[in-house]
């Protein structure tokens, strides 16, 4: 664990309004069950209908998250404040989600709104795997999806318009 210095705290609070922005973003429904998960898992936002945990992260991950999401088939969604290659603020989305028997992170994930409101968090370009799987954010369903515009004029505008309401106050 990472020595909570005043810029730790500085970016786990961010992480937390980012978080919470999210949550309100998609039209999730928090439930308080925490105190049903492994320790492990406890830090977070669980939204049972996707049984999902939102965990805003300054940084570091709690100790056995992998193990203590496999052990009840959870995902995770991790919310880390960033700044892209360009220099721009953003939030980073890392998934850690049961498939097959095993779990697959997927990492550098960013927010992307298309035209009509609908969230999606599809690989930064810039990351070491831009054309990586692309998920749905629905109110109760995260799910697999094709990549949502193929157009990169939309795409970047998708992004930035992503950002401004994830960095709004």
């Not at 998934?95 to 095993?102: C, F, H, K, M, T």
Request: charged share 25%; proline share 9%.
């Amino acid at each position: 664990m990472k020595y909570k210095d005043e810029e730790y705290r500085a970016r786990e609070a961010r992480a937390r309004q980012g978080a919470s922005t999210l949550i309100r973003l998609a039209g999730f429904e928090p439930v308080d069950e925490l105190a049903l998960l492994p320790p492990a898992l406890r830090e977070g936002i669980y939204i049972g209908s996707l049984h999902l945990l939102i965990l805003p992260s300054g940084g570091d991950y709690p100790y056995r998250l992998e193990s203590a999401a496999a052990e009840i088939r959870l995902n995770v969604l991790i919310v880390e404040p960033g700044v892209t290659t360009p220099g721009h603020p953003t939030f980073y989305f890392s998934l850690l989600r049961p498939a097959g028997g095993r779990m697959h992170w997927h990492r550098a994930l960013r927010l992307w709104i298309d035209r009509d409101g609908a969230l999606f968090l599809v690989p930064d370009r810039f990351s070491e795997m831009p054309q990586g799987p692309r998920f749905e954010l629905l109110p109760n369903v995260l799910r697999l999806c094709e990549e949502p515009s193929s157009q990169s004029g939309r795409f970047d505008l998708g992004m930035r318009v992503a950002d401004a309401l994830m960095l709004a106050p």
